[in-house]
């Protein structure tokens, strides 16, 4: 009796989640040149697009939108705040919430337009936003199915 020969099993590179997974690296290394100049890491870039959405947020509220826990945040938030870009204040109506506000120095860093640059550099074209778009929906899907 011969014996089947066993399933050919995927590449690392056909892997979905290894895209991803490589695409993030890629894109952070394309933003280190631009954001070191601004003494800035990804994860605090990050954190400051968030905040010019929405300014006087809560950590928790951040956090959640980033998907990062308050442990993994805070010492981007100190790190930011050590650097003028934000503040952290104690909310007064409830003192166990901290608010991250942004300075006038986070408040101006917007104008600056640091992405842009980027955009070209994906190589997406008009496609840019469907892939934008199926990536979040990939990602929505995923967390969706933890909470079942």
């Not at 936003?129 to 079942?148: E, G, H, P």
């Amino acid at each position: 009796m011969t014996k089947s020969p066993a399933p050919e099993r995927p590449k690392l590179g056909e892997f979905l989640c290894f895209a991803i997974y490589s695409a993030n690296l890629a894109f952070g290394r394309a933003y280190r040149p631009i954001l070191e100049k601004l003494g800035l890491t990804y994860t605090q870039y990050v954190a400051l697009v968030a905040l010019w959405e929405q300014d006087d947020q809560t950590v928790g509220e951040l956090g959640e939108k980033m998907f990062l826990e308050s442990n993994t945040l805070t010492p981007i938030l100190k790190k930011l705040e050590q650097t003028g870009f934000i503040e952290r204040r104690r909310d007064p109506a409830d003192e166990r919430q901290v608010r991250i506000i942004l300075t006038p120095k986070g408040s101006e860093l917007r104008s600056q337009e640091i992405g842009n640059e980027l955009f070209d550099a994906t190589g997406l074209g008009d496609s840019f936003f469907d892939v934008q778009k199926s990536v979040a929906k990939l990602r929505d899907n995923l967390m969706r199915s933890l909470d079942d």
